[in-house]
């Protein structure tokens, strides 16, 4: 058995360590480097201000430039090349653009808009198109799907940025700066297996993550398993509690009984960010998305943007909500301000009031029951915000939400924001397991160790070294091996 033991642990290590080696050494980039994406408050400090003047066609005649068969689920007014335009929201992660002036659906866009688009995401830089792609290393997220395929544009000189612009509305989508692509092929790219992405592997790619993580697990809890049986109270004859008299094996040794329990946690709660097999699908029943219905009698978009500048706000962007049976107008500025006012008048309000919140969130579950409503005022172990380059960066995280929770068969909870009226945050009884075992066993994301940095940096980081030095010793021991046998 102890041999079965060891050679399984010897052979498994050649190859497994390497890629071991490889995540710690990325993940440490990660803590402060992450992959390239373009978060709300981006999106709108590098939007114009939208006036009144010459502006708009009404958002009912712009939903009915559309083809038939094309029922909308969102609506925003915003600034592309074209100028203002409408952006629809349709099925399946699909988008459509109609031109708020024109008031005609934009084709597929082209260099020339592509361009005019990069121009107004970075003013005064200079510019340089360098083509059309479905995917590359910096756009791999399913979130882009609706909107290959990408023109991408250089912006700026000397530390030129990649601006990744949609095919199908016009908006930059995705920047990457030289720093975040520098960093990224020894961060994220690496850590994410991303050099078998758009290749032949591209298939396989979520299964082999899986598989490697699976086999990475094994290894690390036989190597302790093996380490403690090769750890000894009493002395060998070299004087040691460890049998190896080379240097390397016994670095190797000793390290992995320090660092191997958070070896195998780090890559179990790795996997676990995987999903794997489906084992945090609990199969709730999603919240009710409400369809885009406008009021007959809405003010159109110029008297919008005209009574918002009234009361002393410049939009960027607006979106159209609902309230259960009522039209709001969403607003925001550059500086990631909010602004909500009826879609019927112009009598703005500074949120939703709670009750109204709470009525329209119970008819998000019409086949439960809310069992308990909470103003929240604080993050808490479950609702929390993260720095914006993290996995979870993007993810808006308002304070005060609404916390509500139902009987449903999955224990659905939703985190409702009073100044959107959207639902910002769903969780349910496996998703809240996820959060253990991947977030709070990954990323160390609680909230102690998150408010006292730099604390938490030197765990994460000597952390990251232990499991590295565990890694690369088994990397050069199973190659000595090899060669003796070669």
Same mark, same amino acid.
């Given at each position: 058995?102890?041999?079965?033991?060891?050679?399984?642990?010897?052979?498994?290590? +050649?190859?497994?360590?390497?890629?071991?080696?490889?995540?710690?050494?990325?993940?440490?980039?990660?803590?402060?480097?992450?992959?390239?994406?373009?978060?709300?408050?981006?999106?709108?400090?590098?939007?114009?201000?939208?006036? @009144?003047?010459?502006?708009?066609?009404?958002?009912?005649?712009?939903?009915?430039? %559309?083809?038939?068969?094309?029922?909308?689920? @969102?609506?925003?007014?915003?600034?592309?090349?074209?100028?203002?335009?409408?952006?629809?929201? %349709?099925?399946?992660?699909?988008?459509?653009?109609?031109?708020?002036?024109?008031?005609?659906?934009?084709?597929?866009?082209?260099?020339?808009?592509?361009?005019?688009?990069?121009?107004?995401?970075?003013?005064?830089?200079?510019?340089?198109?360098?083509?059309?792609?479905?995917?590359?290393?910096?756009?791999?997220?399913?979130?882009?799907?609706?909107?290959?395929?990408?023109?991408?544009?250089?912006?700026?000189?000397?530390?030129?940025?990649?601006?990744?612009? *949609?095919?199908?509305?016009? =908006?930059?989508?995705?920047?990457?700066?030289?720093?975040?692509?520098?960093?990224?092929?020894?961060?994220?790219?690496?850590?994410?297996?991303?050099?078998?992405?758009?290749?032949?592997?591209?298939?396989?790619?979520? =299964?082999?993550?899986?598989?490697?993580?699976?086999? *990475?697990?094994?290894?690390?809890?036989?190597?302790?398993?093996?380490?403690?049986?090769?750890?000894?109270?009493?002395?060998?004859?070299?004087? /040691?509690?460890?049998?190896?008299?080379?240097?390397?094996?016994?670095?190797?040794?000793?390290?992995?009984?320090?660092?191997?329990?958070?070896?195998?946690?780090?890559?179990?709660?790795?996997?676990?960010?995987?999903?794997?097999?489906?084992?945090?699908?609990?199969?709730?029943?999603?919240?009710?998305?409400?369809?885009?219905?406008?009021?007959?009698?809405?003010?159109?978009?110029?008297?919008?943007?005209?009574?918002?500048?009234?009361?002393?706000?410049?939009?960027?962007?607006? /979106?159209?909500?609902?309230?259960?049976?009522?039209?709001?107008?969403?607003?925001?500025?550059?500086?990631?301000?909010?602004?909500?006012?009826?879609?019927?008048?112009?009598?703005?309000?500074?949120?939703?009031?709670?009750?109204?919140?709470?009525?329209?969130?119970?008819?998000? %579950?019409?086949?439960?029951?809310? +069992?308990?409503?909470? +103003?929240?005022?604080?993050?808490?172990?479950?609702?929390?915000?993260?720095?914006?380059?993290?996995?979870?960066?993007?993810?808006?995280?308002?304070?005060?939400?609404?916390?509500?929770?139902?009987?449903?068969?999955? =224990?659905?909870?939703?985190?409702?924001?009073?100044? /959107?009226?959207?639902?910002?945050?769903?969780?349910?009884?496996?998703?809240?397991?996820?959060?253990?075992?991947?977030?709070?066993?990954?990323?160390?994301?609680?909230?102690?160790?998150?408010?006292?940095?730099?604390?938490?940096?030197?765990?994460?980081?000597?952390?990251?070294?232990?499991?590295?030095?565990?890694?690369? /010793?088994?990397?050069?021991?199973?190659?000595?091996?090899?060669?003796?046998?070669?």
């Amino acid at each position: 058995m102890k041999r079965t033991l060891f050679l399984t642990h010897r052979w498994l290590g +050649i190859l497994l360590c390497l890629f071991m080696a490889l995540w710690f050494l990325s993940g440490v980039v990660m803590m402060y480097v992450g992959y390239p994406k373009l978060t709300q408050q981006e999106h709108l400090q590098h939007l114009p201000g939208l006036t @009144g003047n010459g502006c708009c066609i009404t958002a009912q005649a712009a939903l009915a430039a %559309l083809p038939p068969g094309n029922p909308p689920q @969102g609506l925003r007014l915003t600034t592309t090349g074209s100028g203002p335009v409408y952006i629809v929201t %349709l099925g399946k992660n699909r988008f459509a653009a109609v031109d708020a002036r024109a008031g005609s659906v934009l084709p597929m866009v082209e260099e020339a808009l592509a361009l005019r688009s990069a121009a107004v995401f970075a003013p005064g830089q200079s510019l340089r198109y360098l083509g059309q792609i479905a995917e590359d290393a910096w756009t791999h997220s399913r979130a882009l799907d609706g909107h290959r395929p990408l023109h991408v544009v250089e912006a700026g000189d000397e530390r030129p940025t990649l601006l990744y612009i *949609s095919g199908s509305t016009g =908006e930059v989508v995705r920047d990457a700066s030289l720093t975040e692509r520098r960093w990224n092929w020894v961060g994220a790219w690496l850590h994410w297996l991303y050099p078998l992405r758009g290749g032949s592997l591209d298939a396989w790619w979520t =299964e082999i993550v899986i598989y490697l993580s699976v086999a *990475s697990n094994v290894l690390g809890a036989v190597g302790l398993w093996v380490g403690i049986l090769r750890w000894r109270r009493r002395h060998y004859a070299n004087g /040691s509690h460890s049998p190896y008299r080379a240097p390397l094996a016994r670095w190797h040794h000793w390290s992995g009984l320090v660092f191997g329990g958070l070896v195998v946690t780090w890559i179990l709660s790795g996997l676990m960010s995987m999903n794997p097999w489906r084992i945090f699908d609990s199969g709730a029943v999603r919240p009710v998305r409400q369809l885009l219905q406008l009021s007959p009698s809405g003010l159109d978009s110029a008297d919008q943007l005209a009574c918002l500048q009234r009361n002393g706000f410049e939009a960027s962007e607006l /979106s159209w909500t609902r309230l259960g049976d009522t039209g709001f107008i969403l607003a925001r500025n550059a500086r990631g301000e909010s602004h909500l006012q009826p879609e019927t008048q112009c009598a703005p309000i500074a949120s939703h009031d709670f009750p109204a919140l709470e009525q329209a969130g119970a008819a998000l %579950l019409p086949g439960a029951r809310v +069992i308990g409503t909470t +103003i929240q005022q604080a993050y808490d172990w479950h609702y929390y915000a993260r720095e914006e380059h993290t996995m979870s960066g993007h993810q808006e995280r308002p304070l005060p939400v609404l916390k509500m929770q139902f009987d449903d068969s999955a =224990e659905t909870w939703l985190y409702l924001d009073p100044r /959107s009226g959207a639902v910002v945050q769903r969780s349910d009884r496996l998703g809240r397991v996820k959060r253990v075992l991947f977030a709070l066993l990954h990323s160390w994301d609680w909230a102690p160790l998150l408010a006292n940095r730099p604390l938490w940096d030197v765990l994460m980081v000597l952390g990251s070294l232990g499991g590295f030095i565990v890694s690369v /010793s088994g990397v050069l021991l199973g190659w000595r091996r090899l060669m003796r046998r070669g």
